[in-house]
């Protein structure tokens, strides 16, 4: 059987080695539209957070295996559509992942000093798309609008002892344009409360323990929290009370990196508002602010909704970055799409109404947890197509041509296809200009240098 992913993120990877593993005779062919893979590894995980990339090792492990080969620089749905991709191959894999953001849906969001959360990490951590923009740092107070992981991730950066980030391979110019910033404080602002923060205990104590940075938390936010924390998770219980503790905490002048550092940063968590509307400068050219709904929490736990009381207040700040999350699109007008849920209608991963057909990671169940969730749910995707290669729903009589069609059609267009082995050779490139700058690596952002350099 020939089986063909689309994407070659976690969930593509995940879904190519559960079927290489458990079918001794499949061969697994992934496209990937960048000429280099690894998706939000690569893109999405924090520089300060190496040991999260390690996957990268086992994603390598699978693409040299004898039966699967990496195809970069394809855009399927473009260069390729998905019903040509079923014409040469036996089940079809989407895993693609979210490759837009949440919009806020408020006035002003378009105003420049605004900034989706994704762009921001895509512009720090290499991603072509985002390479070009410059965000304006000039500001002292910074406003993310989220209470997840990427929103800790976000404050973090910006506000992280450059002599930390200069041995990460963050890129060369985002460390240029963090060591020109000047932003002192963050933000971070939620909808509802403490007992609803959706990052984890040990993003927020790397956060607490970042150095020069000190955490601002309101103790009457976390009033009569003893009491209604005692019902819920072990983790939300440890993550509250981490939380009370350091609202608690007498501020120690956090030392200063250096003597006459000046004051030290700080950052900090805002809860129930919800944001009505980014404030214009008076001469209506940027961010000045954000005009918050204060809410008030309806039912409890993960449940819990928030309704605005009729109250307002206003956050001064020139930078706003929107941590609401990721969104899929529709790739191909051949796959059936839910634009509400932003999901692909599926049952375990089978596109319903479409044999053949299947999808994993976030394009799958939506923009949510973290690396090992994916891998679970793209293990159960695999699961669901071997399922119906045992069972016969895939008929594998039909000899299919798997990349032999797809190579004609590519090159019918003008598409030339980037091996494994020409990633290694630009993946070799970066670690060189890295080694020479003290860094694991310096990440090639633009995609044309990258053909360039394996001489495309």
């Not at 000046?262 to 000045?288: I, K, N, T, Y």
Request: glycine residues 10%.
């Amino acid at each position: 059987p020939r089986v063909c992913v689309v994407g070659s993120g976690p969930a593509g990877f995940y879904t190519a080695q559960h079927i290489l593993k458990h079918h001794g005779g499949a061969l697994v062919d992934i496209y990937e539209k960048l000429p280099i893979p690894f998706g939000l590894v690569r893109f999405g995980v924090a520089p300060d957070h190496p040991e999260v990339k390690n996957v990268i090792n086992t994603f390598t492990q699978t693409a040299r295996s004898e039966r699967c080969a990496f195809y970069g620089n394809v855009t399927v749905g473009r260069d390729v559509t998905v019903l040509e991709l079923q014409q040469a191959y036996h089940a079809v894999v989407l895993s693609y992942g979210a490759e837009d953001s949440q919009v806020l849906g408020i006035p002003g969001e378009n105003l420049p000093g605004v900034y989706s959360a994704r762009a921001f990490v895509g512009w720090y951590n290499g991603l072509p798309e985002n390479r070009d923009l410059k965000p304006d740092l000039s500001c002292e107070t910074a406003l993310i609008l989220g209470h997840g992981n990427v929103a800790l991730d976000i404050a973090r950066i910006l506000l992280s002892p450059l002599q930390l980030l200069r041995k990460t391979d963050i890129t060369d110019s985002s460390l240029a344009a963090l060591a020109c910033s000047k932003v002192k404080r963050v933000w971070l602002v939620g909808r509802r409360g403490p007992l609803q923060v959706a990052f984890t205990i040990k993003e927020l104590r790397e956060m607490i323990n970042l150095p020069g940075a000190r955490a601002v938390l309101d103790p009457a936010d976390f009033t009569g929290l003893e009491n209604a924390v005692k019902d819920a998770s072990r983790p939300r219980k440890r993550l509250t009370e981490l939380m009370i503790k350091t609202a608690l905490e007498k501020p120690v002048e956090v030392q200063a990196a250096a003597a006459g550092a000046g004051p030290p940063r700080e950052w900090g968590l805002r809860f129930q508002r919800s944001p009505q509307e980014v404030l214009p400068s008076a001469d209506g050219r940027r961010a000045r602010g954000v005009c918050m709904a204060v809410t008030r929490l309806e039912g409890s736990g993960d449940s819990a909704k928030a309704i605005p009381t009729g109250d307002v207040e206003e956050l001064e700040c020139g930078l706003v970055l929107s941590s609401i999350g990721y969104r899929s699109l529709p790739l191909d007008p051949a796959v059936p799409f839910d634009s509400q849920r932003g999901v692909i209608p599926n049952s375990l991963g089978r596109v319903e109404g479409v044999p053949g057909l299947y999808c994993s990671g976030w394009v799958k169940r939506g923009p949510t947890g973290v690396i090992i969730t994916t891998m679970n749910d793209s293990f159960d995707t695999a699961q669901s197509v071997l399922e119906d290669l045992q069972g016969g729903v895939l008929d594998i009589s039909p000899s299919r041509e798997g990349f032999g069609l797809v190579e004609s059609i590519l090159r019918s267009r003008g598409v030339r296809p980037v091996s494994f082995s020409d990633w290694e050779k630009i993946d070799a490139a970066e670690v060189a200009r890295g080694r020479a700058a003290g860094k694991p690596r310096e990440k090639i952002v633009d995609p044309a240098e990258m053909l360039r350099i394996i001489g495309h």
